[in-house]
């Protein structure tokens, strides 16, 4: 997926983000929206925000060594405004390593 190559590449892309929620299944308003990663603020009200992208990028970066999160957990918050809902998401890793290890045997 876009979002899972934009934390690879430590990219902080909230239009991707954006995308995802919005292909989601769950409707909402636009300007509804409010995307956080980390403790960098990327999106509120809809609209893009001036983040330190720097920052965001160091965060990504940080996180997927494992130095902010048990298990090498990669936090995005994404807030629609539709109630008190709450969900969880996992995903792997498909980086350079991943696919290498994974294509080195055969079942």
Same mark, same amino acid.
């Given at each position: 997926?876009?979002?899972?190559?934009?934390?690879?590449?430590?990219? #902080?892309?909230?239009?991707?983000?954006?995308?995802?929620?919005?292909?989601?299944?769950? #409707?909402?308003?636009?300007?509804?929206?409010?995307?956080?990663?980390?403790?960098?603020?990327?999106?509120?009200?809809?609209? #893009?925000?001036?983040?330190?992208?720097?920052?965001?990028?160091?965060?990504?970066?940080?996180?997927?060594?494992?130095?902010?999160?048990?298990?090498?957990? /990669?936090?995005?918050?994404?807030? /629609?405004?539709?109630?008190?809902? /709450?969900?969880?998401?996992?995903?792997?890793?498909?980086?350079?390593?991943?696919?290498?290890?994974?294509?080195?045997?055969?079942?």
């Amino acid at each position: 997926s876009l979002v899972k190559s934009a934390i690879f590449g430590r990219d #902080p892309n909230w239009g991707r983000i954006a995308a995802a929620a919005g292909r989601a299944g769950v #409707p909402f308003e636009q300007e509804n929206l409010r995307i956080q990663l980390g403790d960098v603020l990327l999106m509120e009200n809809g609209q #893009p925000l001036g983040f330190d992208r720097q920052q965001a990028s160091d965060y990504l970066k940080q996180a997927a060594a494992g130095a902010y999160l048990k298990e090498d957990t /990669v936090l995005i918050q994404i807030n /629609v405004g539709n109630g008190h809902g /709450v969900g969880q998401a996992w995903g792997c890793d498909l980086s350079y390593d991943y696919v290498r290890i994974n294509a080195e045997y055969t079942t």
